[in-house]
């Protein structure tokens, strides 16, 4: 099962890693490296599944998650004490969270659960 995936991730290794992985199981990804650009792409697309880091130069993630308002499939990548914060923003709908460092692979795992979950 394929989807596409808007992936906000500001370093470049990691951002690298994570489209390599999803591109290799199937998926259509847009890279965006900081709040704006993700802004942008997901103007000019429809996407599944946001994979979106917390700490991002220009705005935060919880802040590109509520100009969206994504209706799609949200996985939130970040440090505990960002992840913490999401108490004071109710209005976004989390479906998974990972605190890095984490195991790309079980990223890649609630990808899968998230388009087959929205695909059924």
């Known amino acids: 099962m394929t989807g596409r995936i808007l992936l906000v ?3 470049p290794a ?11 199981r199937g998926h259509h990804v847009e890279a965006a490296g900081d709040g704006p650009e993700a ?3 997901a103007s000019h697309d429809d996407f599944d599944v946001l994979i979106m880091d917390m700490s ?6 919880f802040e590109v ?3 969206l308002a994504f209706s799609g499939g949200i996985i939130l990548m970040g440090i505990l004490g960002e992840l913490l914060a999401k108490e004071s923003h109710p209005n976004i709908h989390i479906d998974f969270e ?10 890649i795992v609630a990808v ?4 087959q979950t929205r695909q059924t």
């Open 9 to 11: 991730e500001d370093d």
């Open 14 to 24: 990691i951002r690298q890693i994570l489209t390599g992985l999803l591109q290799a």
């Open 39 to 41: 802004l942008r792409r």
């Open 56 to 61: 991002l130069p220009g705005m935060t993630g």
């Open 65 to 67: 998650c509520e100009v």
């Open 98 to 107: 990972f605190v890095k460092p984490f195991d790309p692979a079980k990223l």
């Open 112 to 115: 899968d659960d998230l388009l």
